[in-house]
């Protein structure tokens, strides 16, 4: 049994389980490495039930099976019950060997349990400088008389996680955020602030999981909805947009290091106090989004994740209807040891890219260079970049630095922009 349980053959290994069962061969014996079986099958339950009836059946085999019934608990996510399984280990026989691989599993589960909370809350608060927070076209023939584009910036933002642990199969998280967003310049224009609310229950299938994914966020903007505001027009924050997201999301892990993710789902936006005069130029819009992601964990405490999202706009108005293709690639490395990181934190490099192609379906008027009026259909290519460092400090708080930018790409001259932003704050 023993042998043929080291060499993955498990099925063998339960038959000659049941015949030394049987003839009642080394109950303890057997019913330890029952539970070695039942634990590499991640039957944690039947697992743990066999290692407390080898203990129960010889009491000197009490240490090694207090340590698997450790792991096992680890595995099922039942933390605390786990650590105190460890510390048993510990008491038993504090030099042993076993005592120490317990210490370690000790220290990695005040880790975890420290993560695993079912509530956080996370504020943040990035103050920095914006190139052109107007997105001022690059071509000054179009861009007028649009001055006092660069600013100074404040974003602020708390956010509350809910992942209570779930016994079985279930999986439950959901989300509340509010993000502000003030400028120096341009404050009754541009000011906004944001509400969303998250959920997503789902189900775990052993090799991979599903989870209904249901969102909606409120943004108000700061904004005088008449088309020709008077110059002390000082407004306040309006409905600016509902938008409504749901669908589901399929996770599973190719291998080890590698997670794969599809997302299937829909979309809809609803805009208020648009500044329009014509039914054409109606933002409010739905459609379909799909999107698939890998996430490759490389390193311990790094990882890189390529991103494609695909979504349409079926707007109202048609001169906001569109399809658009993104991808983005997103990396993070630890640039310290971890003999380092333990004393004065972890300082990460932080590295995003991406490109949208989207595309307009009907024409619509615009502007050349040289004032020339005519008819097109839109076309926008966005590039974004940025760079930053994450400082983790403290066990409570990171310090962030970060610099990223815009480049907008159009075949209206009047949209192509470019943008840079530096930001730095807890």
């Known amino acids: 049994v023993d042998a043929l349980y080291q060499m993955d053959r498990l099925d063998e290994a339960k038959k000659w389980l049941a015949v030394a069962e049987n003839e009642g061969f080394s109950p303890a014996r057997i019913a330890f490495l029952k539970g070695l079986i039942h634990s590499k099958e991640n039957d ?32 099922d996510r039942k933390l605390d019950k786990a650590k105190e399984r460890f510390q048993a280990v510990v008491q038993h026989d504090a030099l042993s060997d076993l005592a120490a691989f317990a210490r370690q599993y000790q220290s990695v589960l005040e880790q975890a349990i420290e993560q695993d909370r079912p509530l956080r809350l996370t504020v943040g608060i990035l103050g920095g400088y914006d190139t052109n927070m107007v997105s001022k076209p690059i071509d ?13 910036v404040l974003s602020s ?7 209570p642990r779930v016994d079985g199969p279930w999986l439950f998280n959901a989300q509340a955020a509010i993000a502000s967003t003030v400028n120096s310049r341009h404050t009754h224009s541009h000011d906004s602030s944001a509400a969303s609310f998250s959920m997503a229950p789902g189900y775990n299938f052993g090799s991979f999981a599903v989870n209904l994914t249901a969102s909606y966020t409120n943004a108000l ?25 749901f669908g589901p999301t ?16 829909y979309d809809k936006k609803k805009y208020f106090n648009q500044k329009t005069t014509n039914p054409e130029s109606i933002r409010d819009s739905e459609g379909f989004r799909e999107y698939i992601s890998w996430i ?31 991808i983005t690639a997103n990396l993070s490395i630890p640039l310290f040891s971890e003999e380092t990181a333990k004393g004065v934190g972890q300082l990460n490099l932080q590295v995003a890219g991406g490109a949208a192609l989207q595309d307009y379906r009907y024409e619509q008027p615009y502007m050349d260079n040289e004032g020339n009026p005519g008819m097109i259909k839109r076309k926008d290519t966005l590039y974004t970049g940025s760079i930053g460092l994450s400082w983790a400090f403290s066990k409570y708080a990171s310090f962030i630095i970060q610099a990223s930018r815009t480049k907008n790409d159009s075949n209206i001259p009047v949209n192509r922009y470019e943008r840079d932003l530096y930001m730095s704050g807890f």
């Open 221 to 245: 903007l700061r904004t005088d909805p008449d088309l020709s505001p008077a110059p002390d027009s000082s407004p306040g924050y309006k409905r600016y947009m509902d938008y409504w997201t």
């Open 157 to 163: 933002s708390v956010r509350l996680d809910y992942v």
């Open 140 to 152: 000054a023939a179009v861009a007028g008389d649009i001055t006092d584009e660069k600013a100074m």
């Open 296 to 326: 490759w964990l490389f390193k311990e405490n790094a990882f890189f994740n390529l991103r494609y999202d695909f979504n349409q706009d079926r707007a109202e108005g048609i001169y906001w209807e569109s399809a658009t293709h993104r």
């Open 250 to 265: 399929l996770r599973f892990m190719a291998n080890q290091n590698n997670i794969v993710e599809f997302f299937g789902g």
């Open 44 to 75: 944690n339950p039947a697992a743990i039930s066999a290692f407390e009836n080898a203990k129960r059946i010889d009491p000197t085999l009490s240490q090694a099976a207090e340590f698997h019934i450790g792991v096992s608990y680890m595995k």
